[in-house]
């Protein structure tokens, strides 16, 4: 008996010490703080000290820089990581005590972990191109320092949004990146199109912020924390026990609904296509690189409600590949080419939620890492073929034609051929071509919400997520050969203006291209051996706790099945481009003016009027309430009858005391005498 | 029951005197006899101080009443060099006439 | 009926009276000099309570001293009759009436309950008469108390030169 007992006692030490060991061994990672002060300091300098005065140059390169050193601090974290033992990277670095109330306690602190780590390298390196390929975008911008105080605030909240340990400091960044999103949006706000558009981002953004502050209040009423190396547990633990089981399904519906908000998902993807009002950057770096993906991390970080709750998760599936598919066909017949490229935004960001949902959280990650790769490609080289188109009409002196709609372009190819390579090894990347970095994160999306259907899932994801890749196909495709293909269609005479962009913008298009081409070969499917897929083992110490808790492990596919995945994907794509090709190559169909739109080609074109639905089914009805209220309500109840009508008591009031105040010294001793009379009954009667 | 001399009948003579002082102070308008009444208000708290520290053997009472004869006297001061100013400006002891708080 | 008792039912008549003559008086001169009665059976109930030193200091201070300040503000402000105050009764004069006779009732109320605990109504020993001479209180006062009067001492300096701020004659 003594003897048992001694042993646990020695097991329990044993433990302890293996954990202080293990704590010992961490690395002192508190210079990751220069991952957040870099931009921070850029945004001081750029934003408050710095006079107009300051060359453009200097601006540019000094917010270029701050996240360059941002990166190279990522990158540092990484190899740190990569030096430790997998099951311990996962390093708590608190700063200082923010919030400590009662049972409440958060500090200011980082997790870092594989995940985060992939999210700062990911936003940090994009963002550094980005900012580089600005600094030519941006030239001539009367707000020129402005526009990079914002970008670097911007990067400040993405980063600090994926690096808190817990829900409230990530949702510091998460507000924050609301807000410079607002900023950036709306950043030519003398149009009023585009204010609109920064203001719509802002509103949308808000319902999801709700659901995120709803999960927030669940999880610390039910399961009292709110920092993710304790809730998580707690969340495991309560649903072992069988209590709370709603509460979960509960969080991780309302985490969907700010996923849904932050990273477009249907029903409130609609900011996303309006938000191209930007500048072509902001789309970049708005819709590539960082704010989007900022729901699909909060789905893989939140990866333990999803596993304990496969009701919650059926739902993320669903929005997921609904948003895919939908967003998909809305693309095929825009005629921006940055709204094509916004729509095609929000039917990959279902793509990578739809992974969350089928529990391939690591393909989720995978897929926004080479989704930031092509996607920031194809808007830099939007961006790239508007600047030049711009070019060409400035060139005759038309400000009505628009340099955006691909309309008016045409046989681009050989005025810009850098732009027109890496648009196109972007677009491969995108319709899933093997060998391109897209191909091997969407298969691995589409294996493994194959292999949730095998293990007793719906079929719906697969079969939704498969059709809309042969759509993208399809719309990347006409995209490319109706803008960079076939005769020129602008006005006559511009097409001598129309030039190759300078050099700080074709650089980042090329190191973008080597990464949308190289950048998925780290995470090979496992048909090519057990251990190739680099990204998934690197990550897999995060999401191995929600697996373990609900012993979830899937059945792998048999290779002949994974090869067959793969052909049926790539056939499916290979139809996409086939007809893309056949249409507009061999067949020279044009994409449609507005006046001869029919048919349900009208109701793509018009995105299914959901902005139209939303508008008299939400916003008129608000509108028409909140008139109402003001008209009826405010004017006669509050104005009327609260506001003057306590200015009226109060006037009465005054008169009637007003005698008291006669300034007669007497009258206040009496008025004395008769507050002590009171005070001495008071104590008398008690 | 014997009549003996006890504390209540010191507090209720002090009440009786307070309450005459306080009819003075709150119905004349002669600053002067307001100022007096003041005092006869004063001396009454301060006969109900003694008679407790007498009756409690406790000489914190008889302190207190030290002090408060202390103060008593520095208003009276500070009073009645008011009350000279005033007259001096109005011409006047009535109350009723200094009424510049009015504005 | 002792001696004491005796003593002190004259003094409360007669201080209930000269009481009443301060405050009806329509000449402060008179008011002023039944006040001074009024100090003078004070001391005689001070006396009755042991506070020797307190009786003294009362007629030196109050019958002395502030009477007869009183004294020289009427003679130097030249009242040769007293001054017609226009106007009757004003309402805050009734009020002021009923709202002090309500005090009264309301302090009257708590001496018809209980005289509460700890609240002795028996006479005290002779400890409690030597408690009150010059010596006893004189010890107390500049020991445990040395720092108040100390300040005591600074707030009447301030009064002297408060007062004589005030009363000089503004020479422009």
């Known amino acids: ?686 | 029951m014997e009549m003996t001399l006890g504390l209540n009948h010191y507090l209720i003579l002090a009440a009786i005197m307070f309450c005459i002082g306080m009819v003075g102070v709150l119905t004349r308008r002669n600053i002067l006899i307001i100022f007096m009444s003041v005092e006869l208000m004063l001396n009454s708290a301060n006969m109900t101080f003694i008679a407790f520290s007498h009756y409690l053997m406790n000489p914190e009472g008889m302190v207190f009443t030290f002090f408060t004869l202390t103060v008593a006297a520095a208003e009276v001061g500070v009073g009645l060099a008011i009350v000279v100013t005033i007259f001096r400006k109005t011409e006047s002891l009535d109350i009723r006439k200094l009424n510049l708080l009015k504005n | 009926m002792d001696a004491q008792t005796i003593v002190f039912a004259i003094l409360a008549l007669v201080s209930l009276f000269s009481g009443i003559m301060v405050v009806t008086r329509k000449n402060p001169v008179y008011s002023i000099l039944f006040l001074v009665l009024t100090f003078f059976c004070y001391a005689g109930f001070y006396v009755l309570l042991g506070a020797t030193f307190l009786a003294a200091i009362q007629i030196m201070v109050y019958a002395g001293a502030i009477m007869v300040l009183f004294l020289f503000v009427v003679m130097m402000l030249n009242l040769r009759e007293p001054e017609k105050m226009e106007g009757g009764a004003s309402f805050f004069q009734t009020l002021g009436f009923i709202v002090a006779g309500g005090f009264a009732l309301v302090l009257m109320a708590f001496f018809a309950g209980n005289p509460g605990p700890g609240v002795p109504t028996y006479p005290p020993g002779a400890a409690a008469y030597a408690m009150g001479d010059t010596k006893e209180l004189g010890m107390v006062l500049f020991t445990d108390y040395v720092f108040p009067f100390e300040i005591a001492g600074i707030l009447l300096l301030a009064a002297v030169i408060g007062a004589v701020a005030l009363a000089k004659r503004n020479r422009a």
């Open chain 1, 1 to 686: 008996m003594d003897h048992s007992m001694e042993q646990a006692v020695e097991q329990v030490h044993q433990a302890a010490d293996t954990v202080v060991a293990a704590a010992a061994h961490a690395p002192d990672l508190h210079y990751a703080i220069w991952l957040l002060l870099f931009p921070l300091i850029g945004v001081v300098f750029n934003g408050l000290i710095l006079r107009k005065n300051i060359p453009e140059k200097m601006t540019g390169w000094l917010g270029s820089f701050m996240i360059i050193a941002s990166f190279a601090v990522a990158v540092k974290l990484f190899f740190e990581l990569l030096k430790l033992d997998p099951h311990l990277r996962a390093i708590d670095v608190t700063f200082f005590q923010w919030l400590h109330v009662g049972s409440l306690q958060i500090d200011f602190a980082f997790l870092i972990d594989p995940l985060s780590v992939v999210m700062i390298l990911v936003v940090t390196g994009i963002s550094s191109l980005i900012h580089i390929y600005s600094i030519g975008y941006m030239h001539d911008d009367p707000r020129f320092r402005v526009f990079f105080t914002y970008m670097n605030l911007f990067v400040f909240f993405m980063l600090l949004l994926v690096l808190g340990n817990s829900y409230p400091v990530m949702f510091i960044g998460w507000e924050g990146v609301g807000l410079a999103s607002y900023l950036l949006i709306g950043f030519w706000w003398e149009d009023m199109a585009k204010a609109t558009a920064g203001m719509k981002a802002f509103v949308v953004n808000r319902i999801g912020d709700f659901g995120v502050l709803i999960a927030m209040f669940l999880m610390f009423s039910h399961l009292g924390t709110l920092t993710f190396s304790e809730v998580f547990p707690a969340a495991a633990n309560a649903w072992s026990n069988d209590i709370n089981n709603g509460v979960v399904i509960a969080i991780g519906l309302m985490l969907l609904l700010g996923a849904a908000g932050k990273s477009a998902q249907f029903p409130l993807y609609v900011w996303l296509p309006d938000a191209m009002a930007g500048p072509t950057p902001v789309s970049a770096l708005i819709h590539a690189a960082t704010m989007v993906t900022a729901g699909v991390y909060m789905l893989a970080r939140s990866n333990m409600f999803y596993m304990l709750a496969p009701t919650a998760a059926y739902v993320v599936a669903m929005v997921g590949a609904v948003t895919a598919l939908f967003a998909a066909t809305i693309g095929l017949r825009q005629n921006d080419i940055k709204k094509v490229l916004a729509y095609s935004t929000v039917s990959q960001l279902g793509y990578m939620v739809m992974a969350c949902g089928v529990y391939a959280f690591g393909a989720g990650i995978f897929h926004l890492m080479t989704h930031a790769f092509f996607k920031a490609l194809l808007f830099l080289g939007s961006g790239a073929v508007i600047h030049t188109m711009h070019g060409g009409l400035h060139h005759i002196n038309d400000h009505h034609t628009d340099p955006q709609d691909i309309r008016n372009m045409g046989g681009l190819r050989k005025k810009i051929p850098i732009t027109y390579w890496t648009f196109l090894l972007a677009t491969l990347a995108i319709s899933g071509i093997p060998g391109f970095s897209g191909f091997f994160s969407k298969d691995e999306i589409l294996a493994y919400s194959f292999m949730n259907f095998n293990s007793g899932g719906s079929i719906l994801p697969y079969a939704l997520g498969l059709i809309a890749a042969g759509i993208t196909a399809f719309y990347m495709f006409r995209l490319v050969f109706l803008t960079f293909f076939g005769k020129y269609k602008g006005p006559e005479g511009s097409e001598e203006g129309l030039h190759e962009s300078p050099g700080t913008m074709t650089i980042p298009l090329i190191v973008l291209a080597i990464l949308s081409v190289v950048g998925g070969w780290i995470g090979l499917p496992a048909v090519f051996g057990e251990h190739l897929n680099k990204f998934a083992g690197w990550l897999d110490p995060v999401f191995h706790p929600g697996f373990e808790a609900v012993r979830y492990h899937p059945e792998h596919l048999a290779v002949p099945m994974e090869w067959a995945l793969i052909a049926v994907a790539v056939t499916v794509s290979l139809i996409g481009i086939i007809l893309a090709w056949n249409f507009y190559m061999k067949q020279k169909r044009q994409a449609i003016p507005d006046d001869q739109q029919s048919g349900f080609g009208k109701v793509l074109w018009q995105k299914y009027y959901v902005d139209e639905i939303y508008d008299a089914g939400v916003i008129r009805p608000l509108i028409n309430t909140c008139h109402f209220l003001w008209k009826q309500f405010d004017e006669k109840v509050i104005d009327g009858g609260m506001v003057h009508g306590t200015a009226r008591t109060v006037r009465w009031g005054g008169g009637v005391l007003r005698t008291l105040q006669g300034g007669v010294v007497g009258s206040y001793a009496v008025m004395m005498v008769i507050g002590v009379i009171v005070i001495l009954l008071s104590l008398y009667i008690r």
